[in-house]
């Protein structure tokens, strides 16, 4: 079974999403790389960009992760504070800490990609 359909597909991500971004919305170290940025957009591109990460059939279109942050400056302490609430938003739904470790197993290979300030 793929971690996509242990945690309840399509449903279950969605609503990670939702309150990922809730999460990250009212941090004041990370509020400022959203100013401007279409939320409903950045959502769906989320969702894809999660599900297809955790085994699901969702299939992510979006532009690769170091074209989609490059223009942010994203330095490693403010990648670090995402995968915090990514890690939250999972605990807070129920996902098995095992589960979590596999998510973020598939996410890690992701940081040199999206830092680009402070290594």
């Given at each position: 079974?793929?971690?996509?359909?242990?945690i309840?597909?399509?449903?279950?991500?969605?609503?990670?999403?939702?309150d990922?971004?809730?999460?990250?919305?009212?941090?004041?170290?990370?509020?400022?790389?959203?100013?401007?940025?279409?939320?409903?957009?950045?959502?769906?591109?989320?969702?894809?960009?999660l599900?297809?990460?955790?085994?699901?059939?969702e299939?992510?279109?979006g532009?690769?992760?170091?074209?989609?942050?490059?223009?942010?400056?994203?330095?490693?302490?403010?990648?670090?504070?995402?995968?915090?609430?990514?890690?939250?938003?999972?605990?807070?739904?129920?996902?098995?800490a095992?589960?979590v470790?596999?998510?973020g197993?598939?996410?890690?290979?992701?940081?040199?990609?999206?830092?680009?300030v402070?290594?």
């Amino acid at each position: 079974m793929s971690i996509y359909d242990s945690i309840g597909g399509a449903p279950a991500v969605a609503r990670a999403v939702d309150d990922f971004y809730a999460r990250v919305l009212t941090d004041q170290q990370l509020v400022t790389y959203f100013a401007g940025v279409d939320l409903a957009r950045l959502k769906a591109h989320q969702r894809a960009f999660l599900a297809a990460a955790v085994g699901g059939p969702e299939i992510y279109q979006g532009r690769d992760m170091a074209a989609a942050h490059a223009r942010f400056g994203v330095a490693e302490v403010d990648f670090d504070a995402v995968v915090g609430h990514l890690v939250d938003t999972l605990n807070e739904l129920g996902v098995p800490a095992p589960t979590v470790a596999r998510i973020g197993s598939s996410l890690a290979p992701l940081r040199p990609e999206i830092v680009t300030v402070g290594r």
